[in-house]
């Protein structure tokens, strides 16, 4: 898996605790990975200008709690897409609602919103938007 952009990039050397998860994670998943980086991308709309990509191609998290198990429950969709509470809950097999603060970082390892949707210090339930498969590059 490789970013490629017509803009301002670079590979990254020095790797932060979470890059590093989600290294681990990509190569675990795929054997060819190159991460690249730009100071560009603050937001999605940013990454898709930065990166010269679809907006499909960023991919996002959504992290719910099962409200019978109390697990965390790992939703992965692309940019253009959200999450749907009822298809959610049936791919889950229980109703769920809003992981708070605590039950995110305890699964994740880091804070919402620092990071990114793998690299989970923690195994996690996952479901993935199939959407994304019609990209060769994320």
Same mark, same amino acid.
């Given at each position: 898996?490789?970013?490629?952009?017509?803009?301002?990039?670079?590979?990254?050397?020095?790797?932060?605790? #979470?890059?590093?998860?989600?290294?681990?994670?990509?190569?675990?998943?795929?054997?060819? #990975?190159?991460?690249?980086?730009?100071?560009?991308?603050?937001?999605?709309?940013?990454?898709?200008?930065?990166?010269?990509?679809?907006?499909?191609?960023?991919?996002?998290?959504?992290?719910?709690?099962?409200?019978?198990?109390?697990?965390?429950?790992?939703?992965?969709?692309?940019?253009?897409?959200?999450?749907?509470?009822?298809?959610?809950?049936?791919? /889950?097999?229980?109703?769920? /609602?809003?992981?708070?603060?605590?039950?995110?970082?305890?699964?994740?390892?880091?804070?919402?919103?620092?990071?990114?949707?793998? /690299?989970?210090?923690?195994?996690?339930?996952?479901?993935?938007?199939?959407?994304?498969?019609?990209?060769?590059?994320?």
């Amino acid at each position: 898996m490789a970013l490629t952009s017509p803009r301002t990039r670079f590979q990254i050397v020095n790797m932060s605790k #979470i890059l590093k998860l989600v290294r681990a994670t990509l190569e675990n998943l795929w054997a060819d #990975i190159t991460i690249l980086k730009t100071n560009l991308a603050h937001t999605a709309a940013d990454a898709v200008f930065a990166i010269g990509c679809d907006k499909d191609q960023i991919i996002k998290s959504c992290i719910l709690k099962g409200n019978v198990s109390g697990e965390a429950i790992l939703f992965i969709t692309t940019d253009g897409n959200r999450v749907d509470p009822v298809k959610a809950a049936q791919l /889950g097999s229980e109703t769920l /609602g809003k992981a708070n603060a605590a039950l995110t970082r305890e699964q994740r390892g880091f804070a919402i919103g620092d990071g990114s949707p793998i /690299g989970y210090l923690h195994p996690i339930r996952a479901f993935s938007d199939p959407r994304r498969k019609e990209f060769e590059q994320i």
